[in-house]
């Protein structure tokens, strides 16, 4: 059973950072293409970063600059750092991992950037 556990999301104001953590369970991590996408209600889920097994990462538009991923795969963790946040940036933001056909979900981490 695939397991991906998010870490790391909270309120932050306009202009701050954090870092999201995704811990994944079980030996595939290496393998797997690793990212992350944020939902707001209402609204289709937007694929923020990924990172494939090579370590070719892509960003969407609006993050470029200001997002990093990385991954860890010692110890199978994904991580995305964001700086720079703006109010838009705020969304639940979902940890993913696909290996073939296969893609497993994390359960979501609030970040809510606000003065």
């Known amino acids: 059973q695939v397991q991906l556990v998010e870490s790391g999301g909270g309120l932050v104001q306009p202009g701050g950072s954090l870092r999201l953590s995704c811990v994944a369970s079980?030996?595939?991590?290496?393998?797997?293409?690793m990212g992350w996408y944020r939902q707001t209600p209402g609204t289709q889920r937007e694929l923020v970063a990924f990172?494939?097994?090579?370590?070719?990462?892509n960003y969407l538009d609006s993050v470029k600059g200001r997002f990093t991923i990385s991954r860890d795969n010692a110890k199978n963790t994904v991580y995305l750092q964001m700086n720079s946040l703006k109010p838009e940036d705020t969304a639940v933001y979902y940890c993913?991992?696909?290996?073939?056909?296969?893609?497993?979900w994390g359960r979501g981490t609030q970040v809510t950037v606000s003065s």
């Open positions: 993913y991992a696909r290996k073939g056909s296969t893609t497993y």
């Open positions: 079980g030996s595939f991590f290496s393998s797997a293409a």
């Open positions: 990172m494939i097994v090579s370590g070719i990462t």
